[in-house]
């Protein structure tokens, strides 16, 4: 289907919504398959018209109003890179963002939250809150039941190239445990030549650590911590070893 046709019919679909469930197939399926190949003009139409499909939403109303505007945000997101400036794409994921924790939509709290935390981080105001929406991702990619290894994975070497990178200067008393295992555990591992894919377990248990969270899905980065053919430096292995079983070699 071409893309004008795509967008007509999306704006047929919306101008005649009674059913939220006609939203799926009628317009976010074929948007997100689209997207890749949309001008910024068609981008700018689809905006448009996702912000129609919030109003008719409203409308509607009903207990999974939140879960569907979340969907929408999702999608008015992903439209606004390239077409709007900085602080109203991060708004747009933003909304995203509140409206899926608030409704319990998983994946878009997974893909808002990874945005928010890796690629927005200049609207943020501390090293906790930045560490706040990673730790919602990573909480939220344990919650789902597919692929859950090979995202958390994923999100283990981000959290690794940021922070081993970010060079931050604005501490408050609510940031040094952050600091203290995430940040400072993240240059540590760099210090001692750990590579991304090595990292990144490690990563997934600093974070839990600041944040007292323990989860069966994390059984994975405690068992490739524990099988590292690299030693861990000192200042990361004290701040993990809990996490750890007794007999695991370091």
């Given at each position: 289907m071409k893309n004008k046709e795509i967008i007509n019919d999306a704006s047929k679909v919306i101008s005649?919504?009674?059913?939220?469930?006609?939203?799926?197939?009628?317009?976010?399926?074929?948007?997100?398959?689209?997207?890749?190949?949309?001008?910024?003009?068609?981008?700018?139409?689809?905006?448009?018209?996702?912000?129609?499909?919030?109003?008719k939403i409203k409308q509607i109303g009903g207990e999974k109003q939140d879960w569907w505007l979340s969907e929408i945000y999702l999608r008015k997101a992903r439209c606004a890179n390239g077409i709007l400036e900085k602080p109203q794409e991060h708004h747009a994921w933003k909304r995203a963002y509140e409206s899926a924790v608030k409704s319990g939509n998983h994946e878009v709290s997974v893909q808002s939250s990874f945005?928010?935390?890796?690629?927005?981080?200049?609207?943020?105001?501390?090293?906790?809150?930045?560490?706040?929406?990673?730790?919602?991702?990573?909480?939220?990619?344990?919650?789902?039941?597919?692929?859950?290894h090979s995202r958390l994975r994923i999100i283990g070497i981000n959290l690794y190239d940021f922070w081993s990178q970010l060079e931050f200067r604005r501490?408050?008393?609510?940031?040094?445990?952050?600091?203290?295992?995430?940040?400072?555990?993240?240059?540590?591992?760099?210090?001692?030549?750990?590579?991304?894919?090595?990292?990144?377990?490690?990563?997934?248990?600093?974070?839990?650590?600041?944040?007292d969270f323990d989860d069966p899905a994390i059984e994975w980065a405690k068992l490739e911590t524990a099988i590292l053919d690299v030693p861990l430096p000192e200042e990361v292995k004290s701040k993990i070893a809990s996490s750890l079983t007794p007999t695991a070699p370091f």
């Open positions: 005649y919504l009674k059913d939220a469930n006609k939203l799926v197939d009628g317009v976010f399926s074929p948007f997100d398959n689209a997207l890749p190949t949309l001008t910024n003009s068609m981008k700018k139409k689809f905006i448009e018209l996702l912000g129609k499909a919030e109003e945005e928010l935390g890796f690629s927005f981080v200049e609207f943020t105001s501390s090293i906790r809150e930045i560490l706040e929406i990673q730790m919602n991702c990573l909480k939220t990619i344990c919650k789902q039941g597919s692929a859950i501490l408050s008393e609510s940031d040094l445990k952050a600091k203290q295992f995430v940040l400072d555990g993240a240059k540590g591992l760099k210090e001692a030549g750990f590579d991304d894919d090595k990292a990144a377990p490690v990563m997934i248990l600093l974070i839990s650590k600041v944040f």
